[in-house]
Every structure is written in structure tokens, then in C-alpha cells.
């Protein structure tokens, strides 16, 4: 009972001390500064420009330079109102809001003296906005706990990196002491192969050359063939009236071979000896002349083909497609003796195709399958059985030398990612490997923490790459906040573009916002736990605030 009584005696004397206090502060001036404005003596401008009676206080005319001299009114342009806001935060407004008509203290009291029909919603929005920061708490909170997991997988997969690099160091010296061995014996394998091979390669060159001399004899006899042909006195000079006389090379097809047609083909001289024919001219006059020669078929002794209908029939042990391939092979036969190009048109079936003969036909039809010439070994045994150790020798090698390369590449990986800064406690590790998508109404945005961003259109043309891992680049004290994504494409006629991450605190890792504030230069906004601190007694501070201001 007694302390029930003194409780309520406490509470009494810290009402009387408020409303002391209250009645002690001028409108407008926070408890803070309350001791500067004691009406039992002058009051001295807070920045001392001058000493005013008190009585000047809040007069509504401003005599001091900062304005303190009229916390309550709007009569200094550069003065403070201070909402005392009781039940809610406490708010400092510039002076010349007072009495403008406007709410802005949820308390009213920035409109005591204007017509607005203002009232005191102080509690009410203290009461919500108390509600909203316990929200905040719990989100910040499990955003904390989620950070912790983060955390311990963070230093997890650290570890599990940092054993699978010390085992890939193993398997690579052992793979590149094989790739020696390999090596080693890939040499000692080509050397016999080399050395047996080069008889082949001397025969082979030996061979070529001949072909070659053969080639090119055979185009000289040829080129002389022609020559004599065009060369129509005989004096062995081709002269200009004798490539006139020819209508093959009557380039436009206007009926007659002009002197320019013709010293065209003389490389524009009048005259071309056979030593130059040979060497130059003939490579130049050959496809027109050819195609001109292959254009003139001489009269051909074989009586014409009959029409298909009127062919007496082969006898009847042939089948009805059978006949029809005998009497079109006939036909054909006739016009490939004449040069013509028509035989092509007969549509043979495909089990007697061009080249085949009727014998041909006869033995299949015997039963006896036709055989496939075999062809002539490469190489001797001995030097084959050399060949095929190199190859499997160079094969073993290769296989070697490419498990060296895919270890060294995964290798590098590995250690390029654990020279990442990943946080100081390697919170952010976690995210590496994910992309975060965000879509707008005309681009979808792809975050890949660590590696890229990314700009794809909607209507699905082509990727845009905005930048690549850069940096954190968050301010002091708070550095992992933010990150850099640099050297994107280049823009039109612009800079190469670029991804400023600002990252805040969140229950889930997720890519919330995009904008492009300047040309080519972008900002995205994602959340994570990875940087939610551990949240401290928010409500307390503004309980604090309130009874402060009480």
C-alpha cells in the first residue's frame, strides 16, 4: 500500500515538474535549448548579436539575426518551430511554416493562431509508427539470423575451396608427371615412325613431281593443239584478223568479233607468239574456247533414237520397269556417242545406275554380289605397325596433356574465387553462382553477384552486358553496401555503362529495383541478410524522446 502511495506521489511531482517546465518554455522552443529563455532576465540571441528584454520574445518581429528570438512565430525567415509532438517524435520546422493553414505538428501546435482546424493526433501515429518499428525489429531481427547462417556457410564453403585446392595440387603434379612420361614416350614412338616414313614421303614427292610434269606436259599439248588450230597461215604468230575470223570469242554475241574483242585476248597487242600463248595467253582464251569446241557436235553416223513407244521390246523375261530402263538405256547410249547432254534427263532406276552393263546386270541377277576392289596398303606391315604405336602413343599423350590443362583451369578458378572479398566474415560468399532477375515494363535486369549485369529486352532481342565485378565501393564504416559493376558495352556515341548495387537489409536475397538515374549509368537496389546487424532497442530510444519532451 505504501508503495503504491509513493508511486502516485512520484507521478504527481513529475507532472507538476513538466507543467513547470512547460510554462518556463516559450512556443516553439525545445526542452533542450529551454534553459537559454528565462523570463526572470534579458534574453541573449543565441548566436550573441544582441541582448533583447524578454518581453521581445515571440512578439512577432524578429530582432536577433538567427531568429532565436522568435521560436513561436514566423517572423524570422531563417527561425526553428519545435513540435513537442508529445506521444510521438518531436519535429523542428523552419519558422515561416507557422500559422500557414498547414498541419505539420501532429500536436497543432505549429497553427495556433490560423484558421486550420488542426488536432492532436500525436498518440495515435506514435501508436503506429511504435507498431511499424516492432515490424522492423523482427524483420531486421530474422534478417540477422539469416546473416548468421550465411555466415557459417560462408566459412563452410571457404574450407571445402581451400581442401579442394590443396587436392587439385596434388592431382595435377600427378597428372603433369604422367603427361612427362607420356610425352617421353610419344618421342621415342614418332622417332622410328619418322624415320621409317621418310622412304614414303620421298616416293610420294617423286610421284607428285611426275604428276605435276605429266600436268603440265599434257596442258602444253594442249595449249599447242589450240594454237595451231587459231593460228590459221600456219607462221606460227597469232595475229589479230585471225581472232576475228573466230566467233568464238565474240565477247558481246553482236554477230561479229571486233578488233577489241580480239586484242583483249592478246593481252591488247596485235600479234601473240606460241611461247607466250603457252605461257599466259592460252590460260586466258581456254574456257571460252573449250565451251565454243564442246558447243559443235559433228554429224553422227548412228541412225537417230525412236521414240520410246515405237523401240521393239526386249524380250519378255524382263519385267515391265526393266524394259523401259533397256530401251532408255539404249536411247541414252546413243546420245552420249553424239556429245549430247540429254541422257542425264532419263530417270534410270536407282538398281541400275549409270556405268552399270547389262553383264553386270546378269551376274547380280545370278546371285553373285558385286565386291568393292579393296585397296593397296598404305605402308608395308613393319612400317604400319610403327605408324599405329605413334598415333596410340600421341592419343595417350593428348589425353594427358588435356586432364593437365582441365586441372590447371579449375585450378585458377578456385584461387581467383578465394581471392574474392566475400565480407569480412564471408557473409556475401553465399551469392556467388546466383543471379537475381528484375523486370520491369520494357527490360528484364540480371544481377549475378560477383560476375556480371546484365539488360535483356522483353521482346527478346539480344543480351546487354552493363558491367563486370568491380569493387565494394560503400562508404567508410559501411563499405559492403554498396558494389561496382564496370566496363559494360559501350554506349552510342556515350561512356561504357555501369551497375551501382546498393544493398540493404532484407529477409531474402532479392533484386528489388532498377532505375537509370544518368545516361548509361545504373542503380540497382537489392536486399539481403547478408547485411542485417543485430537490432538494437529502437522503442526505448523513442519512449525516451517522448518523455523527454513530456
Known sequence: MKGAVLF?????????????????????????KASFYDPSRDFSCLDGSGTIPFSYVNDDYCDCQDGSDEPGTAACPNGFFHCTNAGHSPLTLPSSRVNDGVCDCCDASDEYASSANCVDVCRELGRAARE?????????LRGFQLRQAMIEDGHK??????????????EKEEADTL????????????????????????????????????QKEKDEAEAREAFAHLDNNGDGVLTKEEMMSRQTFDTNRDGQVSEEEAKFYLQQEDTMSLETFIGTGWAMMRPVYLMDKRMFTPPSTTPPPQPEEELTPPPPVFDEEISRYVNSRANWDLLADDGGDDAEDYDLPDEYAEGDSKEDDDEEDEGDAPKEEEEDPKYDEETQKLVDAANEAREQFDEADRRVRDLTRELRTLEETQG???????????????CYDFTDREY???LCPF?????????????TRLGQWGEWTGPEGDKYSRMLYSNGQACWNGPTRSADVHISCGTE????GVSEPNRCEYVFLFSSPAVCTKPEEELSEETTHAHTEL
Open 451 to 463: 560476375d556480371k549485369a546484365t539488360q535483356k529486352p522483353k521482346s527478346g532481342h539480344g543480351e
Open 509 to 512: 536475397n532479392k533484386l528489388i
Open 444 to 446: 528484364t535486369y540480371r
Open 420 to 434: 574474392k572479398d566475400y565480407g569480412p566474415e564471408e557473409e556475401f560468399r553465399v551469392l556467388e553462382g546466383n
Open 132 to 140: 511499424e518499428a516492432v515490424k522492423r525489429r523482427e524483420e531486421r
Open 157 to 170: 564453403r571457404k574450407k571445402e575451396a581451400e581442401g579442394k585446392i590443396e587436392d587439385l595440387k596434388k
Open 8 to 32: 502516485s506521489l512520484m507521478c504527481v511531482a513529475a507532472g507538476a515538474v513538466v507543467r513547470a517546465a512547460e510554462v518556463l518554455r516559450p512556443r516553439g522552443v525545445p526542452l533542450s
Open 179 to 214: 603427361r612427362t612420361e607420356k610425352e617421353d614416350l610419344k618421342k621415342a614412338a614418332e622417332e622410328p615412325e619418322k624415320e621409317a616414313l621418310e622412304k614414303y614421303r620421298a616416293a610420294e614427292s617423286e610421284k607428285k613431281a611426275q604428276e605435276q610434269a605429266q
